[in-house]
């Protein structure tokens, strides 16, 4: 059973930007902690960062630290991920995720809720 809808990927040229959501279906983000997640092709699925419910964030990948923003607006009980400089081997499917605790756990930590994903393609 899926627990999150993300949304906002598609096809995007080298050096693009790109802002990805995430919302809950059925349940409230409140004092959760969310991450975004993502699988290339052929490779593991990677953590890219979390964010708590006080906005505190980890951060699972350097690489993508400088280009990758991971935000909320908890009103909304929206997750966001801002992508900036984005390049063909961010391709992938990017998912978000929640852990039924409120702090940021490990990147290979218990995450109880996923996505679907949403499809991430850079290319010209």
């Known amino acids: 059973q899926l627990q999150f809808v993300e949304s906002g990927g598609g096809l995007v040229q080298p050096g693009g930007s790109m802002r990805l959501s995430c919302v809950p279906s059925?349940?409230?983000?409140?004092?959760?902690?969310v991450a975004w997640f993502r699988q290339a092709p052929g490779k593991e699925r990677r953590g890219i960062q979390c964010?708590?419910?006080?906005?505190?964030?980890?951060y699972y990948t350097d690489h993508m630290r400088e280009r990758f923003t991971i935000s909320r607006e908890n009103a909304q009980n929206t997750v966001y991920l801002l992508m900036h400089r984005l390049q063909p081997e961010d391709t992938g499917i990017y998912y978000c995720?929640?852990?039924?605790?409120?702090?940021?756990?490990?990147?290979?930590?218990?995450?109880?809720?996923w996505g679907q994903g949403t499809q991430v393609t850079v290319s010209s």
């Open positions: 059925g349940f409230t983000l409140e004092n959760t902690a």
């Open positions: 995720a929640a852990t039924a605790g409120g702090d940021c756990p490990a990147e290979n930590g218990e995450w109880d809720r």
């Open positions: 964010i708590e419910w006080r906005h505190n964030a980890r």
